[in-house]
């Protein structure tokens, strides 16, 4: 059995992995493809006795207080989810966090609907957003104020430099010297931090997300979704953690978590 990203081809020989790097024939995968195949892989994916359907969750459940799995378990025909720490280990490690399936799907169902929802309206005020100037006309002002401090640093650099060199030959005295180069120093310190806000500023506007943003039709694909499957948590959802007080938080893909009863 073998698989393949980008120039790397992995196989397995008995019980020993190999890996190896080749140019000269096109992946099997592309590399996005391959990372999710990585993330399936790594899921708990055991199926129940005697079927080969892997449960809709599993993989995807961890008690939000000690970030273990979830164990699935049912009595009196009702099928729920309890904190493995707590089942199986010991009960002051760790409280139950148990919570219905049905509660479970009906709260996570909701909960990627408006994710969704608000994708739907994020994309089209990013659309405005994109056909606006406003972005990059701020982009070509941070950068000409960032080259105008540069300059500033550069010939304060200089001063400096040529400061140390009347010192040096005696035209300047050691006071006055070491009065005008601290000075000099603050200047330097002030203008760096100001060139490394900028940059910071510009790296961010560079990030801003627009309509070409591969989220918006990952998420959208799934706009009319009414039933939970494990392909759609498999690609939009990384993480559920259950709380105590049945309250879920799920930890999207691209988004940060999300809270809901």
């Known amino acids: 059995m073998w698989a ?6 992995i196989y397995a020989k008995g019980k020993n ?3 190896y790097k080749y140019s000269s024939h096109e992946p099997t995968f592309s590399q996005t493809e391959f990372d999710d195949l990585e993330r399936v892989l790594r899921r708990d994916t055991r199926t129940a006795n005697g079927s080969r359907t892997v449960h809709l969750f599993s993989g995807f459940l961890r008690c939000v207080d000690c970030d273990k799995a979830l164990q699935r378990k049912s009595a009196n025909g009702m099928v729920y989810y309890a904190c493995r720490t707590y ?15 049905d509660v479970l799907e009906t709260a ?99 990030q801003t997300v627009t309509s070409d943003s591969g989220i918006f039709d990952l998420f959208l694909k799934y706009k009319n979704i009414q039933q939970l499957d494990r392909a759609l948590l498999v690609e939009l ?11 879920i938080t799920i930890q999207f893909r691209y988004f940060a978590a999300e809270i809901c009863g």
């Not at 089942?87 to 399936?101: L, V, Y």
């Open 108 to 206: 996570v169902l909701q909960s990627i609907q408006a994710q969704i929802a608000l994708l739907d309206n994020l994309s089209g005020l990013v659309d405005e957003i994109d056909q606006a100037p406003v972005i990059d006309t701020q982009t070509k002002r941070l950068e000409k104020l960032r080259a105008e401090k540069r300059r500033e640093l550069e010939k304060v650099k200089h001063l400096s430099d040529s400061l140390y060199v009347d010192w040096k030959s005696g035209m300047m005295n050691q006071e006055a010297y070491l009065r005008r180069n601290e000075k000099f120093a603050e200047q330097e310190a002030q203008l760096s931090a100001v060139i490394a806000n900028l940059e910071e500023e510009l790296r961010r506007a560079a």
């Open 17 to 19: 992995w190999y890996r």
């Open 87 to 101: 089942t199986e280990k010991s009960k002051q490690r760790c409280t139950k966090h148990s919570i219905r399936i």
């Open 237 to 247: 959802v990384d993480a559920i953690y259950v709380h105590e007080d049945k309250q």
């Open 4 to 9: 393949c990203c980008p120039n790397t081809a």
